[in-house]
């Protein structure tokens, strides 16, 4: 079983940075893929990227691509997103997700979530 928990939301500017983090603990990290999720206040969750097992691609939605980077470390089983140019509509509960295989968003594991707030 893999504890998932994220870090690194809070209060955010319009237009400023966000940098989450979400250590794994409890499995075998480096063979599957990984995701963020987001789920906005009275909306349903929303896949935001996936990078793949060997955190060699990345795959972002169209809502965020281009102002996010989702990056992984294998050494400390840590999956990172990086997002800049913040913007109301990204507001939401932050969550990371485990596939069950080394591409793709298949998750079988989710963390608990951190909220990020962007406002001025």
């Known amino acids: 079983e893999v504890q998932l928990v994220e870090s690194g939301g809070g209060w955010v500017q319009p237009g400023g940075p966000l940098s989450l983090s979400c250590p794994a603990t409890?499995?075998?990290?480096?063979?599957?893929?990984m995701s963020w999720v987001r789920q906005a206040p009275g909306k349903g969750p929303e896949w935001v990227s996936v990078?793949?097992?060997?955190?060699?691609?990345?795959t972002y939605a169209d809502s965020v691509k281009g102002q996010s980077t989702s990056s992984r470390d294998k050494a400390k089983n840590t999956l990172y997103l990086q997002m800049s140019s913040l913007k109301s509509e990204d507001t939401a509960v932050y969550y990371c997700?485990?596939?069950?295989?080394?591409?793709?968003?298949?998750?079988?594991?989710w963390g608990r979530g951190t909220q990020v707030t962007v406002s001025s």
């Open positions: 990078i793949n097992d060997g955190g060699s691609i990345s």
């Open positions: 997700t485990k596939s069950s295989y080394g591409t793709g968003w298949s998750p079988d594991s």
């Open positions: 409890g499995s075998a990290f480096s063979s599957y893929a």
